[in-house]
């Protein structure tokens, strides 16, 4: 019989915090073969990160583990910091969530992908030579299918676009051939695309290099696609273990059919909705052109080219299109984040790129912006209370939940019940305020994030991929919240995703992006169910559906 590449056995772990013991994970048992995937799902906090952490020796110290952890017939339960060096990249590896904060900024992505291959030696004992390394980096990055990877080579991780930078960690994670893959949601920055293409690329490493793949996603078109069986989480605890055919075919649990019966696809019997959009644009982009350095010696790189669109009050435009195809740079641009090179850009009547100082800080107040990463745009040093309440201090304003509040300086009282109405309205548990950042699991962090943009009650809403890190049980709970809310407060959204399915529920209209210009615009119905653009088609024959193949 074959070995486990990796066995879990009686899991159980727990974490020490300022309001006592956490129980993360209890009783956990499963084990993963080479040459096979396993999919681990479950809601955000079910544990399923937690569990696999474990493995790679990646837990902080206020984690207690009891139970077994093999791996590689070795047990690994609890090494040291030096002896799991030795181990991981060699027996074992892993795909970040979050790129943006597992890659180092000071330090080119070529640089962090060679300190990797040069950090572990061959059969020999010896390492590769700074030459060959490159060129093996380079390599890597094709393999992961970055545009121009020599170029890009020279990059810093900030140069990079979301789904980019997940490609550089997937290209690290691969570099030193692993027996053992973790995959923590390695698509979840990616459009559905790229995201095609890093599952055929994990499925031919799965095959040329026999290694045993553990993916943690909340994707069930992705657990469709590439897995072989499927762990479900719940509450710390397995509920349910089977084939991926048998899962989707028959699921048994309860939890399980809930999962299954909350993930989005394109409803052929949706309609699109109208929208008042007789009065002035809440946000006018004219002739929007940005570009950026090539680096030296190189031609300006052009990102967004030549972009025009209006957004009225009450209505939702999604920006789809490829990984680094300009969605995030206008939204950035929308919010005087990123200076134009050319263009203008309205927001309510007043012109984004000619205000300065106090009356950019004016406008500021009157829109709220949902970033992609909320690892990096949370303050760590903040709790998570505190993080939703600085817009409130910043701008002096009393915001109640309930409508028709009036302006005017807040109270502690009034900050801490505002705060913790809308933790509530996101799905977070009691005790949220007082936890810090980085206490909390990915899609938690995101939750956070839309409460803090929210909680101005803003008229213009950017939302950068807002639910990219959300399970789908939560991501139909949070768009039903957006939908209430956006009835409620009557605010513009510029929604930025790669979620065909997501924006097909949300948008009034859908902007289609392919090299920084917009290619397609229309009605949900027109774009993403009767395209005229080869490109558009593309993007809707690669969404991954929820059903074996």
């Known amino acids: 019989m074959t070995t486990p590449a990796l066995s879990l056995d009686s899991l159980n772990v727990t974490f020490d915090t300022d309001g006592g013991t956490v129980n993360a994970v209890r009783g956990v048992s499963f084990e993963v073969f080479p040459g096979e995937v396993l999919a681990v799902v479950g809601e955000s906090g079910s544990g399923k990160s937690v569990s696999v952490r474990s493995a790679i020796g990646l837990l902080p110290t206020t984690a207690h583990v009891d139970g077994l952890v093999t791996l590689a017939s070795s047990d690994v339960t609890h090494l040291t910091d030096k002896q799991w060096a030795k181990l991981r990249g060699d027996a074992i590896a892993m795909i970040f969530q979050e790129p943006g904060s597992a890659l180092d900024p000071l330090y080119t992505v070529g640089y962090q992908i060679v300190e990797a291959l040069r950090a572990h030696p061959g059969a020999d004992g010896k390492g590769m030579d700074k030459k060959a390394a490159k060129a093996r980096a380079v390599e890597l990055l094709t393999m992961v299918g970055l545009p121009d990877p020599e170029r890009r ?14 490609r550089v960690m997937i290209a690290i994670a691969i570099s030193c051939e692993a027996k053992v893959i973790i995959a923590d949601e390695p698509t979840t920055a990616l459009d559905v695309t790229v995201q095609a293409e890093i599952l055929r690329l994990l499925r031919d490493l799965k095959d040329r290099l026999g290694c045993a793949i553990v993916l943690i ?15 479900v989480m719940k509450d710390g605890e397995v509920v349910e273990e089977a084939s991926v055919s048998d899962l989707f075919n028959a699921p048994k649990a309860d939890y399980t059919k809930r999962l299954l019966a909350a993930v989005p696809t394109l409803d052929p019997e949706q309609t699109d909705r109208e929208i008042d959009r007789s009065g002035a644009p809440v946000l006018g982009v004219r002739d929007l052109v940005v570009e950026f350095s090539g680096g030296v010696g190189q031609p300006m790189f052009r990102a967004v ?5 209006d957004l ?15 969605k995030s740079t206008i939204g950035r641009c929308v919010a005087a984040l990123q200076k134009p090179t050319s263009g203008h850009i309205d927001v309510l009547g007043q012109d984004v790129g000619a205000l300065k100082g106090k009356a950019l800080k004016s406008l500021r107040k009157r829109f709220g912006f949902v970033f992609q990463d909320p690892s990096t745009s949370l303050n760590p040093r903040l709790t998570v209370g505190q993080c939703v309440a600085e817009p409130m201090i910043v701008h002096r304003k009393s915001l109640g939940r309930s409508a028709g509040s009036t302006p005017g300086p807040a109270s ?20 949220t305020e007082k936890r810090y950042p980085h206490e909390l699991s990915g ?14 009650r803003p008229d213009l809403l950017v939302a950068d991929e807002p639910t990219s ?5 939560v991501q139909a709970a949070v768009l039903d919240l957006f939908e209430e809310l956006q009835r409620e407060l009557n605010f513009a ?45 593309r993007l809707i024959a690669a969404i991954p559906k929820p059903e074996v193949r």
Request: hydrophobic content about 40%; glycine content about 10%; some cysteine.
């Open 217 to 231: 996603t909340h994707s069930m078109g992705v657990v469709a696609d590439i897995a072989d069986r499927v762990v």
């Open 469 to 473: 890190a959300l399970d789908v049980s």
């Open 312 to 326: 009225f009050a009450g209505e939702t435009l999604g920006l789809v299109g490829e990984s680094g195809s300009g």
């Open 412 to 431: 502690k009282a009034e900050i801490a019940k505002t705060v913790t109405d809308w933790l509530d309205s996101v799905q977070l548990p009691k005790g």
């Open 305 to 309: 080219d030549d972009v025009t669109f």
């Open 443 to 456: 899609g938690q962090r995101q939750r956070a994030s839309l409460a803090r943009a929210l909680v101005l």
């Open 493 to 537: 959204c510029l929604f930025i995703s790669h979620d065909l399915a997501v924006v097909d529920r949300l948008a009034h209209r859908v902007a289609v992006l392919k090299d920084g210009g917009v290619v397609e615009i229309g009605t949900p119905w027109k774009i993403l169910r009767e395209p005229e653009q080869e490109y558009t088609k």
């Open 153 to 166: 080579f020279g990059y810093f991780p900030h140069e990079l676009s979301g789904g980019q930078k997940q």
